[in-house]
């Protein structure tokens, strides 16, 4: 193994708690919609891309407003998560400072373009990761995104590490081993390996 690619959400950070502010916040603002977006309904889109996310969480609107909505959503998330960050995982710094001296490090998370560049400004943790890779960037599916990852830098022997069955789908795309955090927001029955915190990652590398 030369590297590992990490999820975001569910993996190194929760978010919801900042995330779910922000949202609130704007859409009491949006007529069609007259009722707050709750903590579990949030959790039951990590891993989605946003359209998938739009439809899950505003059924009843047309595609259209669900894609302004989710718009909107996220450029105040995004400035809230860059100015309050969200909630690491116990001993995330410790662990990637450990992991960064071995193997190269990257993230690939199913997020909008400004997202990934948040949780570095606030958690200061970019030093330890070499790219990273998203769909509001790219409008590439996670798998797909890992695979740019993989070939841009010239990886061999990359894992993935994950805690939703989109995870583990991406990892298989790519044809890569995949490492279920079972810590995260989703259930996953086929991996190759398991963590139920993250510093046992340093058990397995």
């Known amino acids: ?47 989605l891309q946003m359209k998938e996310i739009g439809r899950k969480l505003f059924p009843s609107l047309d595609e259209e407003m669900q894609e302004k909505i989710l718009e909107q959503c996220s450029a105040v998330e995004i400035q809230n998560l860059s100015e309050l960050g969200g909630k690491l995982y116990e001993n995330v710094e410790g662990v990637l400072k450990v992991l960064s001296q071995k193997y190269k490090l990257y993230i690939v998370s199913n997020c909008q373009h400004g997202y990934i560049e948040g949780f570095y400004r606030y958690h200061k943790l970019n030093k ?11 409008g590439l599916s996670k798998g797909e995104n890992i695979k740019l990852i993989i070939e841009r830098n010239d990886l061999t022997k990359p894992v993935y590490v994950g805690d939703t069955e989109g995870d583990r789908k991406g990892a298989k795309y790519a044809g890569i081993p995949f490492v279920y955090a079972r810590y995260g927001f989703g259930e996953v029955n086929s991996y190759d390996y398991s963590i139920d915190k993250f510093d046992e990652l340093l058990e397995i590398f």
């Open 1 to 47: 193994m030369d590297s590992i690619i990490f999820d975001l959400d569910g993996t190194l950070w929760d978010s919801i708690d900042t995330v779910l502010i922000a949202w609130n916040k704007e859409i009491k603002q949006i007529k069609q919609i007259d009722k707050e977006i709750t903590r579990e309904e949030l959790e039951g889109t990590m891993g």
């Open 128 to 138: 330890y990761f070499l790219d990273y890779e998203n769909p509001g960037r790219t």
